[in-house]
DNA sequence: TCCATAATTCGATCATACAAGAACTATTGT
DNA sequence: ACAATAGTTCTTGTATGATCGAATTATGGA
């Protein structure tokens, strides 16, 4: 990911609605919900919510296809990892005061 | 860190000249950098470089203090640190797909 | 084909953010 | 007190982003 890639995803993020959006889909893996319901589960107008959608997919962060009537939109997990990874290695430098996490601050994969 | 201090530390850092001057200021620890030197470093207007700094000082990414005639920026790794937390656990559900780095992705403090 | 559903796109409006230069504040040295 | 230096704040213009309602596209079923 490079600098713009992050900019972009870093503004996507930057709002109440799709972070919240994101929260959301985060745990709805792998299929994702169709826009109607994040809209209704966050109580977000339909048209609102579509506008915030489609700029989380801009920045990548979402991917979307139809299914029958309904576009669903699910977190695509490499592009967050990405954009994790980063804030720890390109912007803080992997700087163990700010990436020096400990295995209780997150789940680690087994045998890492 | 809530919600609402993450979308505005993430607001802070999806712009161009901050998110540089951030990683300027992540490797000159702990005293930090004047603001002419950073924006001069950056090639960046003073008084842009100033608007910019107190977007990241409200955001809380960066502290300011002055020393003489210079007034000296520094990051607060606590809050970076904090706002990738915030990121890997409250918003990513610390899941494995999004937060599983191993060792190599970035350094890990000693024994964990 | 016709209707209902799901979602987006469009158009207008309002708010916020960025940029550039001028003016202002704070500090140091003479 | 005065001048020079370091930064910030203010003002204006412009661009981008958010919201709302209306219109439009796409799909599935009767």
Redesign the interface.
């Known amino acids: 990911m490079d ?1 713009h890639e ?3 995803a ?2 996507a ?4 609605d799709r ?1 919240a959006a ?2 959301l889909l ?2 709805q ?1 792998p299929e994702g919900l169709p826009s109607g319901e994040i809209a209704e589960r966050l109580d977000i107008q339909p048209t609102r919510m579509s506008f915030h959608l489609a700029t989380l997919e801009r920045a990548g962060l979402l991917t979307a296809r139809r299914n029958g009537r309904c576009i669903l939109y699910a977190v695509d ?1 490499v592009r ?2 990405n ?3 980063f ?17 209780d ?5 087994a045998g ?1």
Chains 1, 2 share one sequence.
Do not use: Y
Not at 87 to 103: E, H, I, T
Not at 105 to 109: E, N
């Open positions: 600098t992050a900019i972009t870093l503004g993020l930057a709002q109440e972070l994101l929260r985060m745990v893996v997990h967050m990892r954009l994790l990874a804030l720890m290695k390109d912007c803080c430098g992997s700087n163990p005061a700010v990436c020096g996490f400990s295995q601050d997150f789940i680690m994969p890492s």
